[in-house]
């Protein structure tokens, strides 16, 4: 990671945007910001937590190891908070890793920063509650999927749920570039898998693919494949 100079507004900082005015001198003096390269480590699971981070611009891949295998938890955007799954009373490492999926810039703070943070901005603390429990629903739900909808369903779910998050450009392709091994660690199956659905579903004229670019033909038919639970 490469410490910035660049002096970053605060309107894509989730700290910044829930904290009382006063307490912005404060995040200016103890924030420092990083440029990360496409495809560079934030943080590795097992890493000692020393802080937070949140995410300014680009996007960032949470995952970990699962077996010899590799799962994708979430993707922090632009506006996210990073790292929050290391803060734990009995565990001071990370507990996930975090890697950039493009140019990307994040801000750090210290855990001791960050805690008397928490205890200075009560509207904060009620976001940052509020983001855990929504994060936590979205992996319960990702865990039914895993276990009881087919991988062709699963998929599918996984495009719409990136044209909701991401968006799509003027031609209709995703704003997401994602590599099958990607797609695979997501959804929770195989590189050749993926690659077997994603030709299915171009012949099914659901969708049309380009190298890492999905262009979304039809949400119609995205959406009945993934409430098909066969």
Same mark, same amino acid.
């Given at each position: 990671?490469?410490?910035? =100079? ?16 006063? /307490?912005?001198?404060? $995040? ?8 990360? =390269? ?5 943080? =590795? ?7 937070i981070? !949140? ?7 949470? %995952?970990?190891? /699962?077996? +010899?295998?590799?799962l994708?938890l ?5 506006? @996210? ?7 734990? +009373? %009995? ?6 890793s975090a ?19 928490i205890?200075i901005?009560?509207? !904060? ?6 983001? !855990?429990?929504? #994060? ?10 895993i276990a %009881? ?14 044209e ?5 450009? *003027? ?5 997401? #570039?994602? +590599? ?6 997501f $959804? ?13 579903? @171009?012949? #099914? ?14 949400? *119609?038919?995205?959406?009945a494949?993934?409430k098909? #639970?066969?």
């Amino acid at each position: 990671m490469k410490l910035s =100079k660049k002096n970053y507004p605060s309107k894509n900082c989730f700290l910044c945007n829930n904290c009382v005015q006063e /307490w912005l001198l404060a $995040i200016e003096a103890n924030r420092f910001i990083y440029e990360i =390269k496409k495809g560079e480590s934030i943080f =590795k699971e097992g890493d000692k937590v020393e802080g937070i981070y !949140f995410v300014y611009a680009g996007n960032v891949k949470v %995952h970990k190891k /699962w077996g +010899s295998k590799e799962l994708i938890l979430r993707f922090a955007t632009e506006g @996210t908070i990073l790292g929050h799954r290391g803060i734990s +009373s %009995h565990n001071n490492t990370y507990p996930i890793s975090a890697t950039a999926l493009e140019n990307s810039t994040v801000a750090f703070i210290s855990l001791d920063f960050f805690n008397t943070t928490i205890k200075i901005n009560p509207d !904060f603390t009620y976001r940052l509650m509020l983001f !855990f429990a929504d #994060e936590l629903q979205e992996s319960e739900l990702k865990m039914r999927d895993i276990a %009881h909808i087919s991988v062709k369903a699963r998929l599918a779910n996984a495009l719409l749920f990136f044209e909701k998050k991401f968006g799509t450009d *003027e031609n209709d392709v995703l704003r997401i #570039e994602l +590599s099958k091994q990607d797609f695979a660690a997501f $959804i929770g199956t195989t590189y050749e898998t993926v690659s077997r659905m994603l030709s299915e579903l @171009t012949a #099914e004229k659901a969708v049309q693919v380009s190298k890492r670019k999905i262009k979304i033909l039809s949400l *119609e038919k995205l959406e009945a494949l993934a409430k098909n #639970e066969d």
